[in-house]
């Protein structure tokens, strides 16, 4: 007689492996804004946990995420979870108080079914394609504990492009363009780094673009406060954009080379 198990097959991790491009500090503009906007959060959490989801070859986003919300959230874990099972293993010797990992993907299978405080998902949607944004978002914004926050965008390889999406479990809420500004010529730049839910909308008709535009003038207009420094002319840019588009952020945050705008007003159109 054949002995079967009664324990059901592992489920398939959600997902497909990525190219796993990573490199130290890539993540550093993504992660300073976390750890400024969703500090407190992770501070009045009970047992705070941060998900790296999709940390690539080598685990420096984790380790590097872990040191930058410490200094905010003290008490706050990270769990970097890969889809790739050898990238996993890899990872095992960085394990420290504080940090692991898991394999996984969309499902953010976490122990005893725990619920993440913070999911950051970064350059793990470029690959696929516009229409399954929505049912990825909407399955992570699923896992989050109340109160969390979902950080899902794209970067060059070396951190100094990035463009996030910040999303809440009731839905997305705010855009963020952040860049070195020594190395700007001007804001439209930034757009090959938009995320895969606006990266196809940059053309006329659609908000992104509309607002990009604007981002433009308003730089060239700023001109003359290049004198003073590429900082002080993004200041006055993001002054004029203000006018006329809803931004979330002052210049506590613009100093940072960092400008944040409401996703209502750029969702995309139809």
């Known amino acids: 007689m054949v002995s079967r198990s009664t324990q059901p097959p592992p489920k398939r991790p959600v997902g497909t492996v990525t190219r796993g491009t990573t490199n130290p500090?890539?993540?550093r503009r993504m992660?300073?804004?976390i750890a400024a906007s969703h500090g407190a959060a992770?501070?009045?959490?009970?047992?705070?946990?941060a998900v790296d989801l999709g940390y690539g070859?080598?685990?420096?986003t984790a380790v590097e995420l872990l040191a930058r919300l410490r200094e905010a959230a003290p008490r706050v874990r990270v769990v970097g979870i890969e889809i790739e099972p050898a990238r996993v293993t890899g990872a095992k010797p960085y394990e420290r108080e504080g940090l692991s990992f898991r394999h996984g993907g969309f499902e953010v299978p976490l122990e005893g079914g725990e619920r993440p405080a913070l999911i950051r998902a970064a350059n793990v949607l470029r690959q696929y394609d516009e229409e399954q944004v929505a049912e990825v978002w909407q399955r992570l914004r699923a896992r989050l504990a109340p109160g969390g926050l979902l950080v899902e965008g794209t970067c060059d390889e070396?951190?100094?492009?990035h463009v996030w999406v910040a999303l809440g479990?009731?839905?997305p809420r705010t855009v963020t363009f952040a860049t070195r500004l020594g190395s700007l010529?001007?804001?439209s730049d930034l757009a090959e780094r938009l995320p895969k839910a606006l990266i196809h909308r940059n053309v006329p008709g659609?908000?992104?673009h509309a607002f990009l535009r604007d981002f433009d003038r308003a730089w060239a207009a700023a001109a003359p406060y290049a004198s003073y420094g590429a900082r002080q002319r993004w200041i006055r840019t993001a002054r004029a954009l203000s006018a006329d588009w809803p931004l979330a952020d002052g210049p506590g945050r613009w100093r940072q080379g960092e400008l944040t705008v409401r996703w209502e007003a750029l969702r995309p159109a139809g």
């Not at 992770?42 to 946990?49: G, M, N, Q, S, Y």
């Open 31 to 33: 992660d300073r804004w």
């Open 169 to 171: 479990p009731e839905g």
């Open 57 to 60: 070859a080598a685990p420096w």
């Open 158 to 161: 070396i951190g100094r492009r």
């Open 25 to 27: 500090n890539r993540l």
């Open 206 to 208: 659609e908000p992104v």
């Open 42 to 49: 992770l501070r009045r959490a009970d047992a705070p946990v």
């Open 185 to 187: 010529e001007r804001p």
